[in-house]
């Protein structure tokens, strides 16, 4: 099963521990996964890897069972899909801007190619990356750690970092220094 699926063993006892799936056992203790138990495996397994927490799976596994009636059942699964959806938006908006500041980043290594120099400040002071290193938000990965802060600005204020980015829900989620609580 964990093979089918591309995951361990651990993962699927894992998703059996939380009850997300209940497969049937021999006596001697051997798993028989129904057509049912892998399609529910599945899901579970593609939600997790976009970072669905279990415990929304669980969520959404046992709300209808928990629901004394369809009425109930059905908004309270709505819900839940009104979380994911804005979940999986911010998911999607952080993704474009990041294959965006791929392309970008990616042509500004490229103008490096031919260079004959050591790829630091000393032996390449002018170097295109260094220079537009504030233009790539990757590139802060991939750059000396070292590098002096930005001056500031005429107006007193530090450089700002890409806008569209500030406004994306992930960047305030991974940046407490917007203020933030999420």
Not at 19 to 34: A, C, E, I
Not at 35 to 57: N, Q, W
Request: proline share 8%; with cysteine.
């Amino acid at each position: 099963m964990a093979e089918l699926l591309g995951v361990t063993p651990r993962t699927i006892h894992y998703y059996e521990e939380e009850g997300l799936v209940t497969p049937k056992r021999t006596d001697k203790g051997t798993r028989f996964y129904s057509e049912f138990d892998v399609e529910r495996l599945e899901v579970c397994v593609r939600l997790a890897s976009i970072g669905t927490p279990v415990k929304k799976l669980r969520q959404l596994a046992l709300t209808r069972p928990a629901s004394a009636s369809g009425r109930e059942a059905s908004h309270a699964l709505a819900e839940v899909f009104d979380q994911m959806r804005r979940n999986i938006r911010s998911q999607l908006s952080l993704l474009r801007y990041l294959s965006t500041d791929l392309d970008k980043t990616e042509r500004l290594v490229r103008t490096c190619w031919e260079c004959p120099n050591r790829p630091n400040r000393t032996d390449c002071p002018d170097c295109p990356c260094e220079l537009e290193l504030d233009k790539g938000f990757l590139l802060h990965l991939t750059w000396d750690p070292d590098r002096p802060e930005p001056l500031p600005v005429a107006d007193g204020n530090q450089k700002r970092r890409d806008p569209e980015l500030q406004q994306s829900d992930a960047y305030v989620r991974i940046n407490p220094r917007r203020g933030s609580s999420r």
